[in-house]
């Protein structure tokens, strides 16, 4: 993702500890709500990793 995209140091965080992998595309949506299971997933994985 491109620098200069909003979020894009969180994200890259995210993305490196294995906490989001994205969109089924690839893809990060910075603008996009969380849904409920996905923001389960995160809190999930970051207290499995910290």
Avoid: H
Avoid at 28 to 37: E, F, N
Avoid at 38 to 48: P, V
């Amino acid at each position: 993702m491109p620098r200069s995209m909003m979020f894009a140091t969180e994200m890259c965080w995210m993305m490196s500890a294995d906490i989001s992998t994205g969109w089924s595309d690839g893809t990060y949506r910075p603008l996009q709500s969380v849904k409920r299971d996905a923001m389960a997933a995160f809190l999930q994985r970051y207290d499995a990793k910290f």
